[in-house]
């Protein structure tokens, strides 16, 4: 069955950065984008960008441009997220998913992988 | 970006029950809105997609409609199963973006 499995909880200090891993399986892994989700209390749900699996390119929403890179390694149909310069602000849960386009339905979602940004 | 703005944000409901959650989009999105189940433990899956297509593994007590910039989930009967964070997502332009959510409580 398809499955988006992401990294643990990390505890990051002020000004550090974080990578997030979110790895495949059970479908072909270059067939769909993946897109990452940002979940704080405040703000709800919002969307960091996406990357094109097959070729590496990417798309972020302006608010998190220069704050997440996202890049991919089609060896281990893994995905990844980094995020830097980080600030309490960051503090959240964050989700790959899965999409044919970032335009379709994100039909399967990771567990979520929580950041604490902490001194 | 365009806003989406769901209502209620807390909806108290009983089992068996019927019940509609709306989203309005801040301009038209031509029927490309989506919505998702969010449960307690974090765990997110698509329930309709373009508006009205049920997601593979659905219940049919799920349903959606809508058009322009108003669209509605109803759950035609509540299960047990069904009390969680709902949220509709546009993906006409870039970026998509989510509604704040309802939250489907036991009464």
Not at chain 1, 17 to 44: D, N, P, R
Request: net charge neutral; with cysteine.
């Amino acid at each position: 069955q398809v499955q988006l499995q992401q990294s643990g909880a990390e505890l990051a200090k002020p000004g550090s950065s974080v990578k997030i891993s979110c790895k495949a399986s059970g479908y072909t892994f270059t067939s769909y984008y993946i897109s990452w989700i940002k979940q704080t209390t405040g703000q709800g749900l919002e969307y960091i960008g996406y990357i094109n699996t097959g070729s590496g390119g990417t798309n972020y929403n302006e608010k998190f441009k220069g704050k997440a890179t996202l890049t991919v390694d089609k060896s281990s149909s893994t995905a990844f997220m980094q995020l830097s310069s980080l600030t309490p602000d960051d503090s959240a849960v964050y989700y790959c998913a899965r999409g044919l386009r970032y335009y379709y339905v994100m039909d399967a979602w990771g567990q979520g992988a929580s950041v604490t940004v902490s001194s | 970006d365009i806003q989406m703005t769901q209502s209620p944000s807390s909806l108290p409901a009983s089992l068996g029950e019927r019940v509609t959650i709306s989203c309005r989009a801040s301009q038209g999105i031509s029927n490309n809105l989506n919505w998702y189940q969010q449960k307690p433990d974090g765990t997110i899956k698509p329930l309709i997609y373009y508006t009205s297509n049920l997601q593979s593994g659905v219940p049919s007590r799920f349903s959606g409609s809508g058009s322009g910039t108003d669209y509605s989930l109803t759950i035609s009967s509540l299960e047990p199963e069904d009390f969680a964070m709902y949220y509709c997502q546009q993906d006409a332009s870039f970026p998509p973006t989510f509604g704040g959510g309802t939250k489907l409580e036991l009464k």
